[in-house]
């Protein structure tokens, strides 16, 4: 059975019975339909989150097709539950880009999902259209001022950086010209579109805290100069109100349910390899509000979007995590072993073992912001007991926490070892939260140390717009910002080919982007897009409907 196939056999309980189970007034909750609902911002109480234990749940570097983390976070809240802990799963909302392209979606898989499936794949309750809307509206705010007589502000259209943004994978948008047919229809320049994901708006979306955040956060996004050099906000172009009232429905979190009848929290969805690949602070707080365990994950492996969960996410709303679950497969261990990905499904124990060093990679990342971690193996048909064996004797030897997590085939019955593991390290109480940098230190610093101790790179090298980039960070005031690294997911370099535990490597600064709304900067390394593209045979050949409204193909 596919997953969209396991999701039908499914009886969803009403949104209603899924409130009460998760502990707030059913009559609070803003209901989109019989099984999806907003929850109100009064729910979040920061005391009672700050007793809650917040498990993150990473990888190490994928395959293509990902290795499974969303599905583990799933998996394991079910388990948790069975053991009496009550928990909410708590993660970010699917792209339509992936759910066209090569990654599906993102609602977990087998009997480790959240439903309902087709819905939150699709447009759910609208989140990703709200940004796009804020964020397109500050373009044509720009663009209007540009063309204004009256209200300028003598923008310079050389400098401007804001682009436009679109939650699909078009690669024909990434760099367009706008403006043409004359003079009333603006004044023509160099642009370009983004993915949704990839949005500033995502971003501060995911880390403001309430409304007056939000708004004080989208006044700070920045512009570019005029053209006497001044820069220029968004605030200056009194867009930051309207653009808030679009976000009044999208900054509150989505309520759901898992297979097993679970309350989930699904909020928020920037990518991990450009931008900050978690959920939203808010998510967050309120799944920790109402639960005494709380799972969520982080997009790619440990080296993107856990290593900004804690240094951006953690330390801009002060989240001390007490595990880290590392998703491991046996398929993406040969894969950076160096077997083909044609062979994966073939028992392999040789590169297997080659690939061995990417996991012991990420379990030293995970110990330089002082937070235990337990191996999590994906189980998938193929494995076999030798493969299997491989990993459970190199956790022995590394001292590390290991169970084999049949999620996919058995949900939570098959993740009971691996919730009683996270259990036992929670109660042991050896988390002691540290960022791996302080925000102060200068902007350099900050990409370099994420790039040798993370990365595990020897330098960084800096093209002259990066440098350029540099000064203008300066310029503005803006060294105290942390980084959030654009990189690619298929490395830990950014060299994709470069697969395992690369060494002796450079890591290529190609220029700074500034999210000054959102609180920090983006490095963009290697050849890394914020607009992706279509694979050649993308998922949406295989997605279709029927005169009942019945949906195939997604997964």
Same mark, same amino acid.
């Given at each position: 059975?596919?997953?969209?196939?396991?999701?039908?056999?499914?009886?969803?309980?009403?949104?209603?019975?899924?409130?009460?189970?998760?502990?707030?007034?059913?009559?609070?909750?803003?209901?989109?339909?019989?099984?999806?609902?907003?929850?109100?911002?009064?729910?979040?109480?920061?005391?009672?989150?700050?007793?809650?234990?917040?498990?993150?749940?990473?990888?190490?570097?994928?395959?293509?097709?990902?290795?499974?983390?969303?599905?583990?976070?799933?998996?394991?809240?079910?388990?948790?539950?069975?053991?009496?802990?009550?928990?909410?799963?708590?993660?970010?909302?699917?792209?339509?880009?992936?759910?066209?392209?090569?990654?599906?979606?993102?609602?977990?898989?087998?009997?480790?999902?959240?439903?309902?499936?087709?819905?939150?794949?699709?447009?759910?309750?609208?989140?990703?259209?709200?940004?796009?809307?804020?964020?397109?509206?500050?373009?044509?705010?720009?663009?209007?001022?540009?063309?204004?007589?009256?209200?300028?502000?003598?923008?310079?259209?050389?400098?401007?950086?804001?682009?436009?943004?679109?939650?699909?994978?078009?690669?024909?948008?990434?760099?367009?010209?706008?403006?043409?047919?004359?003079?009333?229809?603006?004044?023509?320049?160099?642009?370009?579109?983004?993915?949704?994901?990839?949005?500033?708006?995502?971003?501060?979306?995911?880390?403001?805290? @309430? %409304?007056? /955040? =939000? *708004?004080?956060? +989208?006044? !700070?996004?920045?512009?570019?100069?005029?053209?006497?050099?001044?820069?220029?906000?968004?605030?200056?172009?009194?867009?930051?109100?309207?653009?808030?009232?679009?976000?009044?429905?999208?900054?509150?979190?989505?309520?759901?349910?898992?297979?097993?009848?679970?309350?989930?929290?699904?909020?928020?969805?920037?990518?991990?390899?450009?931008?900050?690949?978690?959920?939203?602070?808010?998510?967050?707080?309120?799944?920790?509000?109402?639960?005494?365990?709380?799972?969520?994950?982080?997009?790619?492996?440990?080296?993107?979007?856990?290593?900004?969960?804690?240094?951006?996410?953690?330390?801009?709303?002060?989240?001390?995590?007490?595990?880290?679950?590392?998703?491991?497969?046996?398929?993406?261990?040969?894969?950076?072993?160096?077997?083909?990905?044609?062979?994966?499904?073939?028992? @392999? %124990?040789? /590169? =297997? *073992?080659?690939? +061995?060093? !990417?996991?012991?990679?990420?379990?030293?990342?995970?110990?330089?912001?002082?937070?235990?971690?337990?191996?999590?193996?994906?189980?998938?048909?193929?494995?076999?007991?030798?493969?299997?064996?491989?990993?459970?004797?190199?956790?022995?030897?590394?001292?590390?926490?290991?169970?084999?997590?049949?999620?996919?085939?058995?949900?939570?019955?098959?993740?009971?070892?691996?919730?009683?593991?996270?259990?036992?390290?929670?109660?042991?109480?050896?988390?002691?939260?540290?960022?791996?940098?302080?925000?102060?230190?200068?902007?350099?610093?900050?990409?370099?140390?994420?790039?040798?101790?993370?990365?595990?790179?020897?330098?960084?090298?800096?093209?002259?717009?990066?440098?350029?980039?540099?000064?203008?960070?300066?310029?503005?005031?803006?060294?105290?910002?942390?980084?959030?690294?654009?990189?690619?997911?298929?490395?830990?370099?950014?060299?994709?080919?470069?697969?395992?535990?690369?060494?002796?490597?450079?890591?290529?600064?190609?220029?700074?982007?500034?999210?000054?709304?959102?609180?920090?900067?983006?490095?963009?390394?290697?050849?890394?897009?914020?607009?992706?593209?279509?694979?050649?045979?993308?998922?949406?050949?295989?997605?279709?409907?029927?005169?009942?409204?019945?949906?195939?193909?997604?997964?």
């Amino acid at each position: 059975m596919t997953d969209l196939d396991i999701a039908k056999t499914v009886t969803l309980k009403h949104i209603t019975q899924i409130a009460e189970k998760f502990g707030i007034n059913p009559n609070d909750i803003e209901m989109y339909g019989k099984y999806k609902a907003k929850i109100p911002l009064k729910y979040i109480d920061k005391q009672k989150a700050s007793n809650s234990n917040l498990i993150l749940v990473s990888a190490i570097s994928p395959t293509p097709a990902g290795e499974g983390k969303t599905t583990m976070s799933i998996g394991l809240s079910e388990g948790l539950n069975r053991l009496n802990k009550k928990t909410t799963v708590v993660l970010r909302e699917p792209s339509l880009g992936p759910v066209f392209g090569i990654k599906g979606g993102a609602t977990g898989g087998g009997y480790s999902q959240v439903l309902p499936m087709e819905d939150i794949n699709l447009h759910f309750t609208g989140d990703f259209s709200a940004i796009e809307k804020a964020h397109n509206l500050l373009s044509a705010i720009i663009d209007n001022n540009i063309q204004s007589k009256t209200n300028s502000l003598q923008l310079d259209p050389r400098t401007i950086s804001w682009k436009r943004v679109m939650d699909l994978n078009d690669r024909a948008l990434r760099r367009i010209i706008v403006g043409l047919g004359g003079i009333t229809s603006g004044i023509p320049r160099e642009t370009g579109f983004d993915i949704t994901a990839a949005s500033e708006i995502m971003a501060i979306l995911c880390l403001a805290q @309430n %409304i007056t /955040d =939000l *708004k004080a956060r +989208l006044g !700070n996004i920045f512009i570019g100069y005029t053209f006497s050099k001044t820069p220029i906000y968004a605030r200056d172009l009194k867009a930051e109100g309207a653009m808030a009232a679009l976000l009044k429905d999208a900054i509150k979190p989505n309520l759901v349910q898992t297979i097993e009848g679970n309350p989930a929290i699904i909020h928020g969805g920037p990518f991990a390899n450009i931008a900050q690949g978690t959920n939203s602070v808010i998510a967050t707080l309120m799944g920790m509000s109402h639960s005494e365990y709380t799972v969520t994950e982080a997009g790619f492996g440990f080296d993107l979007g856990a290593e900004k969960f804690f240094d951006i996410k953690c330390q801009s709303a002060g989240l001390k995590p007490k595990a880290v679950v590392l998703t491991t497969t046996i398929r993406a261990l040969k894969y950076h072993g160096g077997a083909d990905l044609k062979s994966l499904t073939e028992e @392999n %124990i040789e /590169d =297997l *073992k080659s690939g +061995l060093p !990417n996991l012991e990679k990420h379990l030293e990342n995970i110990t330089k912001f002082n937070v235990p971690a337990v191996i999590a193996i994906n189980k998938f048909s193929s494995d076999t007991e030798n493969e299997i064996n491989v990993i459970k004797a190199f956790a022995k030897h590394k001292g590390v926490k290991i169970a084999l997590a049949d999620i996919w085939a058995k949900g939570g019955e098959g993740a009971l070892d691996l919730a009683k593991q996270v259990i036992e390290v929670v109660e042991t109480n050896n988390a002691d939260f540290k960022p791996l940098y302080d925000w102060n230190t200068p902007v350099m610093s900050k990409i370099e140390t994420i790039a040798k101790e993370i990365y595990g790179a020897e330098h960084v090298d800096y093209t002259p717009k990066a440098k350029a980039n540099l000064n203008k960070i300066s310029d503005l005031g803006l060294e105290k910002l942390p980084v959030c690294i654009a990189k690619t997911q298929k490395s830990l370099s950014d060299n994709p080919k470069l697969l395992g535990r690369p060494k002796d490597f450079i890591i290529t600064v190609r220029e700074i982007e500034i999210a000054s709304g959102a609180g920090f900067l983006i490095p963009i390394t290697g050849d890394i897009m914020r607009m992706p593209g279509l694979p050649s045979q993308p998922a949406s050949e295989h997605i279709d409907i029927n005169d009942d409204g019945e949906i195939t193909g997604l997964f």
